[in-house]
């Protein structure tokens, strides 16, 4: 890769997961102004230093009837009025998508200093009608219109099609739950932080734990979530400048490796059909991990040293160990079993609590997915460092597998 | 601009803006469809060549219950399924924001050959209904939320400041309604070009022209449409080996010269707070214009053939005229008096009828815009051609001229 097609991360910040801002009163433009002042002081970058900024948000305009989010940015600081943004979409992949945006205007030159804000208000309405406005995530009129929970149900059946071509023990899917609920409470900004959860309780089949969609439960679900993770990508050239002013080497700044994306067909019924031949039930999925560690110059899953993947529900991480290379195709089920994906374990998985422990707003959770992956290179992921890590791959997904992004972040 | 920053156009097709796609009983993947499988008939581009696809929209969500544009497009063809795709939002600049992604994509090197679709469906609710929605391109809380028709009344206020800082005279602005329905009888796609309209019925202070926001009355106002359209942007390389195959030079494929992109504050009591020392009413839309010119190597307006520019509104247009610099600031009257703007005039703008005239698909505006300027440049406007156009200039605005996004479109 050319040296001025480098990107940078130079930090950022991420609100507390466990609040509830319909509670507070508060607009969502209140959740952008904390996390983009919050990254300017964490980074000790001047507002005047910003060129351009980019949103990723899923649904403002059903959630907190709002469109044009990327003009809630120059409202932020005086310093931003005129300043380039827009407004990047692709269902829960959002945020991935903006940062996409963000760094292609990085590598053709057209700006050195980026701010990336991911952002949702999910909080504002009752959890049949969110339920349904994620609905739109699908192909609505023909997979979520009348069906309540239509996600849950979409991702059992991702569960159904991985026990009829090799067999799925709903233990790991608990197991699965568990870990990610056993990592959150080391993550300060974690939604579930102070929740209880241990496997029996994931395993439960009563209302203590209902089913919302076939075999997903809701221990198994990432939860409803109001969130927002602002972060800087920089050129070489700024990340050079910035180094230095910090004291710091270029080295030390986390840098976009490389980079995946595919959209695959919308129903989940015509993926599954797609894929009856192939040796992965999600096959573009596969290939948006394979080629963001392509770029970045790693053979396989062993150059990774931990992932922070999208677990919307138990049955994707369960499909993301098989697809990520950690066992052969349809055998995620032993590395759960071998303990591999905890903090300490061989293939570290969402150390941060992912979007079952650390929670899920939409739009924010491909930014907070990068934003980890950085604390975790540097050394700064506190109670949830995965000791050493190096290289953290993200995997952030749109839909029921429909449009998937993946980074290779790493120093 | 290096070789490897150039990105071409190398065509697109364009939908009826006067359908109504839910009289037909359509959803909007059949917009999608037509415009996809329609550019691809037109350019000769095969459907296996296409290495990534953009979709602008404004708000699918409140009009169609549907997010997740970017992944309609894999269901357009087969050989599709498996493309990274976004969608992209900046109220009515979304087409341009959409445009801005995939070009700065292939500046970057990441493809050669991509699609991009702006698309609104609008015909599915009542004009009151729309006119809420549409009111999510402002701060909705605070300039919308109980208030019919929020934008025709911001653009009234548009006419209100240049009335106080310069005076103005509604004569003007039911002559550029005139212009506008007068062009699009020219466009064979325009919605109105069967619609009957003269400066005595765009001055006309009764029920036949009722007012919807102070100064602002229906004739001023662009129309509710639904709408998509397809173009296809492509590198330098691959426009080489376009042209040959098609038996073209390298230099008869239009070229997007130069770009600008400014956010201003949301508010629009806030812009015009900022802009009180300025001798522009939108300074930040006037950067965008200029910026697009200088990146493009253009002096100034002289240097432009015709310009798509954003009447969603006469008064949007009126700003427009001297924004580009075809007048001094606050004399755009004089260009209105002098006859410049006809398509035969000095500075020809909207000759496709613009969106008062061709319609106003939201998020397919700023697309439309580029595909008009295409044909232009390249003596296919047909019966709304400028005589001899080498380089148009688009300008598309989101919100109350907060998202402004300008190309310059040449040979």
């Known amino acids: 890769m050319a040296a001025d097609s480098e990107v940078y991360v130079l930090g950022g910040y991420q609100t507390d997961f466990g609040r509830n801002w319909s509670k507070e009163n508060k607009h969502f433009s209140a959740?952008?102004?904390?996390?983009?002042?919050?990254?300017?002081?964490?980074?000790?970058?001047?507002?005047?230093?910003?060129e351009s900024a980019h949103v990723g948000n899923f649904a403002a305009e059903l959630y907190c009837m709002q469109g044009h989010l990327g003009?809630?940015?120059?409202?932020?600081?005086?310093?931003?009025?005129?300043?380039?943004?827009?407004?990047?979409?692709?269902?829960?992949?959002?945020?991935?998508?903006?940062?996409?945006?963000?760094?292609?205007?990085i590598e053709a030159g057209r700006y050195d200093l980026q701010a990336v804000v991911g952002v949702e208000q999910m909080k504002t309405v009752s959890a049949a009608e969110g339920g349904a406005f994620l609905g739109t995530a699908a192909w609505y009129s023909e997979e979520a219109d009348g069906i309540d929970f239509p996600f849950p149900k979409l991702f059992g059946r991702l569960g159904d099609e991985y026990d009829a071509r090799y067999g799925l023990d709903d233990e790991y899917l608990a197991e699965i739950s568990k870990i990610n609920y056993a990592n959150a409470k080391l993550n300060p900004n974690a939604q579930t932080r102070t929740w209880y959860m241990n496997k029996d309780h994931a395993l439960c089949r009563s209302d203590d734990n209902p089913a919302v969609g076939g075999r997903i439960r809701i221990a198994d679900c990432s939860q409803v979530t109001d969130g927002a993770v602002c972060v800087f990508l920089a050129s070489r050239a700024y990340a050079?400048?910035?180094?230095?002013?910090?004291?710091?080497?270029?080295?030390?700044?986390?840098?976009?490796?490389?980079?995946?994306?595919?959209t695959a067909r919308l129903r989940f019924s015509d993926k599954v059909a797609e894929s009856l031949e192939n040796e992965y039930v999600l096959p573009h999925v596969?290939?948006?991990?394979?080629?963001?560690?392509?770029?970045?110059?790693i053979a396989d899953v062993n150059g990774i040293d931990a992932i922070e993947t999208h677990d919307c529900f138990t049955t994707s991480e369960y499909m993301a160990i098989d697809h990520f290379g950690i066992t052969a195709p349809g055998e995620s089920w032993k590395a759960v079993e071998a303990g591999w994906l905890e903090i300490d374990g061989k293939h570290p998985i969402n150390p941060s609590g992912g979007l079952i422990g650390a929670g899920h707003p939409v739009g924010a959770t491909g930014v907070r997915q990068l934003l980890d992956g950085c604390l975790q290179v540097t050394g700064q992921a506190g109670d949830y460092q995965v000791e050493g890590a190096k290289n953290v791959q993200t995997l952030n997904i749109g839909g029921s597998g429909t449009t998937s992004v993946s980074f290779v972040i790493g120093v």
Chains 1, 2 share one sequence.
Request: hydrophobic share 40%; net charge positive.
């Open 286 to 297: 596969r290939s948006t991990i394979t080629s963001a560690m392509k770029r970045a110059g």
């Open 71 to 105: 003009a809630f940015f120059t409202e932020v600081h005086p310093a931003f009025s005129g300043l380039p943004t827009g407004r990047h979409e692709a269902a829960c992949a959002s945020g991935s998508i903006a940062l996409l945006a963000a760094s292609a205007e």
């Open 31 to 50: 959740l952008m102004r904390e996390v983009v002042l919050g990254a300017l002081e964490r980074t000790d970058i001047a507002p005047e230093e910003v």
């Open 240 to 262: 050079e400048k910035y180094a230095r002013g910090m004291g710091k080497r270029l080295e030390d700044i986390p840098r976009i490796k490389g980079w995946g994306h595919n």
